[in-house]
C-alpha cells in the first residue's frame, strides 16, 4: 500500500534516517562495547538499557526505510485538483459558529503537525474536506461535538 507523502515529510524522514544510521547506530554501538567492558552483563543496567536503545533504533530504520520504499510522494504545487481539496492541499477554513479562520496542510501521518498547522490525512477534519470545494461546508467531529466550517479556499502550496 502506497504511504503518501509531501516531498518536505520524505526529506524529513530521509533527514532522520541518516541521522539514526550515522549517528545514533554508532552511539548504541559504542555504549554497549563499553557497558560490556564493565563485566557481568546478568546484573548490568547500562548493558540492558543500551540493548533496549539498539532494537528501537533498528526498528525505526527498518520502520522509515519501509515507509519510504512505498511513499508516493506529491508535491503539492503540481497537484491539478481543480479546486478540490487533496492530499498536499492547503485549506483556509472558517468556524462557522466563532467566525474563527483557520489553516490547514493536509499531510501524511509522519508529517502532521498541529503547532505548524499540517493535519493527517486519516484525521477528522481530512477525512471531511477531501474532495469539497471552496465555498463548501464540512461538519467535523471533534472531541466536543461536531464543528462546522466553511471552505474558504483551497491551494496546492
Known amino acids: ?25 554508532p552511539a548504541v554501538i559504542a555504549a554497549i562495547s563499553e557497558a560490556r567492558a564493565h563485566g557481568d552483563l546478568s546484573e548490568n543496567a547500562e548493558y540492558d538499557a543500551a540493548k533496549e ?35 498536499g492541499s492547503t485549506v483556509d477554513l472558517e468556524d462557522i459558529n466563532s467566525k474563527e479562520k483557520v489553516t490547514y496542510q493536509i499531510v501524511g501521518e509522519d508529517e502532521a503537525d498541529i503547532k505548524v498547522a499540517k493535519v493527517s490525512i486519516s484525521s477528522p477534519i481530512a477525512r471531511a474536506l477531501i474532495g469539497k470545494y471552496a465555498g463548501d461546508q ?16 483551497v491551494q496546492y502550496l
Not at 509531501?6 to 541521522?19: D, F, N, Q, S
Open 138 to 153: 464540512v461538519d467535523v467531529q471533534a472531541p466536543g461535538g461536531v464543528k462546522q466550517y466553511e471552505i474558504l479556499d
Open 53 to 87: 536503545k539498539q532494537g528501537f533504533v533498528e526498528g525505526r530504520i527498518l520502520e522509515i526505510e519501509s515507509k519510504l520504499s512505498n511513499a508516493q510522494v506529491v508535491d503539492p504545487k503540481l497537484v491539478d485538483a481543480d479546486g478540490a481539496c487533496v492530499f
Open 1 to 25: 500500500m502506497a504511504i503518501p507523502l509531501t516531498i518536505v515529510g520524505a526529506e524529513m524522514l530521509r533527514a532522520e534516517l541518516h541521522r539514526l544510521k550515522t549517528i545514533e547506530r
